[in-house]
């Protein structure tokens, strides 16, 4: 069922645009209640952008099994990685959802908003792997490591929807990491 609301969503906010599609609408074609709709998500954008918190945990869990001794940011592109294979999965989806961004600063700033609660969810971890407090705020790395990587992975993600675009999510992300390593 939530992935039918989510689907008839995604639909219509193509056709009417993301600003231009109320709740109201998604639950008038899913022929669901706003109650029900709530059930499932919290808002409209959780309705297009997925399940914040558990995607979250899933990066958390891939960075967590890199090993120890792999630099930061090599654990976190092969951790980002999982989450990009994901998008890959539906790709025209992921291209819909891209679009609408575009289009929607509101929908864009959503999505920013899922790097502000990834943020302090990955930072024990990263700072673990920095050897230093987790708890100490006056060290910028782990932030600015995360909110790099996450950026890298919103800019693959912008290349990759461009139509013709011959590399694959992955490739991109490896060469957006790459400028930034060097």
Partial sequence: MRAQI???ALDLCVEAGYDGTTVEQICAAADISRTTFFRYFASKDDALLG???SI??????ALRERPDEEPV???LRHALGALIRGYASDPD???????LMDSAPSLAAAHLGKHARWSPLLRPEV???????PDDRSDPRPHALISSALSCADAALAAWSVPGT????DELLAHAMTAIAQ
């Fill in 166 to 169: 011959p590399d694959t999510i």
């Fill in 127 to 133: 700072s673990r792997r920095l050897r230093i407090d």
């Fill in 6 to 8: 989510s689907q008839i």
């Fill in 93 to 99: 989806r992921t291209r819909q959802v891209i679009t």
């Fill in 73 to 75: 940011w090599h654990s």
């Fill in 56 to 61: 979250g945990l899933e990066l958390l869990e």
């Fill in 51 to 53: 399940d914040v918190d």
